[in-house]
């Protein structure tokens, strides 16, 4: 059965740095394209960073340079390590599951984990 | 950026009634449009993609359709299992962008 489970978040301070996990199950992370979108409280979805199975990376402007993904395959497990983190990265971090023949969208979505920023 | 505008941002319906949600792009996106359902307190569930192609498992009264900048989603028959916020989603090969999402509440 495929399963997402997330774990990682915590409450940090503006600066501070914090590394999310995405426990997969069902299916190998490395050969397919997996993602973090993020929800800030009350506020609709924002895709953040995105894993191809070959190992091509991307992210959304507001969080280049200071997050990075990236996977273990023994573990089956993807990683958001995030660092300076801002009052505005505050939210529930999903991790999902790409598909697609041409371009990915995310077909099974973990339940979360919940960052806060504050001081 | 291609953004991606979603109306109305919050619909009243009755169980039962025919509900039409749009989401417009900026620029042309060709079919390459996603949409998800998000009950309260649950993660994101993938309805339809590619426009109009419904996800395995998901009920017959979901449809999609457009291409270009204009996209719709019609819910045929309202359950009260769906009342939840919907979102549309462009994607391609190296950015994904959402609406911000349309609330169908009851009526």
């Known amino acids: 059965e495929l399963q997402l489970v997330e774990s990682g978040g915590d409450l940090v301070q503006p600066g501070g740095s914090l590394r999310l996990s995405c426990a997969a199950s069902g299916f190998s992370v490395n050969s397919i394209y997996m993602t973090w979108v993020r929800q800030a409280p009350g506020k609709g979805l924002e895709w953040v960073s995105l894993?191809?199975?070959?190992?091509?990376?991307y992210y959304t402007g507001s969080v280049k340079g200071r997050f990075t993904i990236s996977r273990d395959g023994a573990k089956n497990i993807v990683y958001l390590q995030m660092t300076g983190l801002r009052l505005e990265d505050t939210a529930i971090y999903y991790c999902a599951r790409g598909r697609g023949n041409y371009y990915p969208y995310f077909d099974s979505w973990g339940q979360g984990t919940l960052v806060t920023v504050s001081s | 950026d291609i953004q991606m505008t979603q109306s109305p941002s919050t619909l009243s319906a009755s169980v039962g009634d025919r509900v039409t949600i749009t989401c417009r792009a900026t620029q042309t996106i060709g079919t390459w449009l996603a949409w998800y359902q998000q009950r309260p307190g649950n993660a994101p569930k993938l309805l339809i993609y590619?426009?109009?192609i419904l996800e395995s498992g998901v009920p017959a009264r979901f449809s999609g359709s457009g291409s270009g900048t204009e996209f719709t989603l019609t819910i045929n028959s309202l359950q009260a299992d769906d009342f939840a916020t919907y979102y549309c989603q462009r994607y391609n090969a190296y950015s994904w962008t959402f609406g911000q999402g349309t609330k169908v509440e009851i009526k």
């Open positions: 590619r426009a109009s």
């Open positions: 894993i191809y199975g070959g190992g091509a990376t």
